[in-house]
């Protein structure tokens, strides 16, 4: 596994996550027919918070985000986007494994959704995230926090 480190996010990381975004989402929302070239970008702009966003950064250079936002019961897991060339190698499941203790050590139940037929679903699945509703695009997930 590469090192990594994140880092917090800021306004000026916007684009490199949008595009980031676009570029892994692409094929999943072509198979969904749902997969817009302005729109998968400019949804992210407009849901950008760097406030609960951190910046994956593998050798120094970005390399993906994550986000955590707090909710009434809940924190959700948002924007979880790596480059497709680091995928497959660990760094996602490092990331993931270091904000799940984070929430369990909070005790706070985590949330997210992926969509249909999404591989990064089978990692959510081995962290302990169960199925809570779905519809024709999204899996809405949760899992609650581990003693």
């Not at 990594?4 to 800021?10: E, I, K, N, Q, T």
């Not at 999943?28 to 951190?54: C, I, K, N, S």
């Not at 050590?105 to 809570?132: C, I, K, M, W």
């Amino acid at each position: 596994m590469a090192d990594w480190d994140l880092r917090p996010a800021a306004d000026s990381d916007v684009e490199a996550v949008a595009e980031l975004r676009a570029v892994v989402l692409r094929a999943d929302l072509e198979r969904l027919g749902r997969y817009d070239a302005h729109r998968v970008r400019q949804r992210l702009r407009d849901g950008f918070e760097p406030a609960h966003t951190w910046v994956i950064e593998v050798g120094g250079a970005f390399a993906g985000c994550v986000a955590l936002r707090a909710a009434e019961d809940s924190h959700w897991l948002e924007h979880f986007y790596l480059a497709p060339h680091l995928q497959g190698h660990g760094v996602g499941t490092a990331v993931l494994r270091q904000l799940l203790e984070r929430c369990d050590g909070d005790g706070v139940r985590v949330r997210l959704n992926v969509l249909q037929g999404s591989p990064a679903r089978r990692l959510y699945e081995r962290h302990g995230f169960t199925v809570e509703t779905e519809d024709a695009v999204d899996v809405f997930m949760a899992r609650e926090p581990s003693s």
